[in-house]
């Protein structure tokens, strides 16, 4: 019994032409003489080397630039105000060094 060998450039079309055949399988392999075994055999070939293709395509993409935009920190002023008209303004943001600063500043004013 002599086995039907088919080449890639055969049973390519043959898979891609089932997508949009809009057949059952079975049936699309009836039609075109197919083993259903064979068929799905090539199908995996097909779908193994679709991947690997893509896979070396992604890996020629360019990098596209990205400008990452920080938001500007708007300064306030904290303003604290006693009763005996003494007032302190701090108009920059404080580390943790001018934090202690500050509150060394307010408790010698109590």
């Keep these: 019994m002599k086995k039907n060998h088919r080449t890639k450039s055969e049973m390519y079309p043959l898979i891609e032409g ?3 055949s809009g057949m059952k399988l079975d049936a ?3 039609a ?3 083993n259903y075994y064979t068929y799905r055999y090539w199908l995996r070939k097909y779908k193994s080397e ?3 293709d893509s896979v070396k395509d992604s890996s020629n993409l360019n990098f ?3 400008k990452v935009m920080v938001p500007e920190i708007k300064e306030e002023t904290l303003q604290i105000f006693y009763p005996n008209g ?3 303004a701090v108009s920059r943001v404080l580390d943790m060094e001018g934090l202690s600063t500050l509150k060394k500043l307010v408790s010698c004013l109590d």
Excluded: R
């Design 18 to 20: 089932f997508a949009s």
């Design 28 to 30: 699309y392999c009836k």
């Design 32 to 34: 075109h003489k197919l």
């Design 50 to 52: 679709k991947k690997q």
């Design 64 to 66: 596209i630039p990205v």
């Design 86 to 88: 003494v007032q302190i």
